[in-house]
């Protein structure tokens, strides 16, 4: 079932097929257009991703799904949901951990593929 949230129609079939949520149809690869997605981090760091690190067009180009992992819970269910930043979202990012510090660093750079 489509349901529309705002511009976009929710594309549960994407989903279901995905494993991905939330999932829209977007009418064209790079013609949809998505809220900024800014991580706040402990002692003021900000770190903003580009769209194409937590969306990703599936199929034909026709919808787009958030690619941010989450624990599965639902709103409202008592919990906060825990998130996975994964390597879709550090694409073109240089991070460092720093585990000793407990510190964690990052710096948006192109990265070459070879």
Known sequence: MERSNG???RSRAAEAATGL????RVHGKGAAAFPELKLH???GADMVLPVENYFTYVGSGEVACLAV??????????????VILGNFQMQNFRVEYDLANQRFGFKQQPCSHH
């Open 7 to 9: 511009n976009y129609s």
């Open 21 to 24: 949520r939330p999932c829209f």
């Open 41 to 43: 981090f402990k002692g």
């Open 69 to 82: 992992v989450t624990d599965g819970m639902e709103e409202g269910s008592g919990g906060g949901p825990s």
